[in-house]
């Protein structure tokens, strides 16, 4: 199952997920416990193990097959059993996803308003 692994795709989806929670990759890797040189390794030819996709998956809100670019659909249900979100953020996920595209860039930005004036406090 390793071997089959899209370096690239694994690489562009890594990074897409950090950034849209607005972290560095170096902060995600040590947090989510692949450690700080996960990409420098993937450069190197070293293939990740299960268990660091796993991990990095579950830290990212993903599952592994949407990390490994296997599958387009990428949120986890809060029914799943192996996701990092705790009961609220998986109610409001799933909640979410079922708004129309403009009422998702409304909740975007309302968010973005509270992050802003948490930041100027």
Known sequence: FM????????KSTVESLVNQRGETKTK??????????FFSNLNK????SAEKIISL????????????????????????TYTHLDEMS???LNDFSKLETAE??????????????????
């Open 3 to 10: 071997a089959n692994i899209d370096i690239g795709l694994l």
């Open 28 to 37: 995600a890797f040590i947090n989510s416990g692949v450690g700080k040189d």
């Open 45 to 48: 030819g070293q293939m990740p």
């Open 57 to 80: 998956a579950d830290y990212l809100g993903v599952t592994v097959d949407y990390l490994l670019g296997r599958d387009d659909n990428h949120i986890i249900s809060h029914n799943n």
């Open 90 to 92: 998986a109610t409001l």
């Open 104 to 121: 998702k860039a409304r909740v975007i930005v309302m968010i973005d308003d509270m992050k802003k004036a948490k930041e100027n406090k």
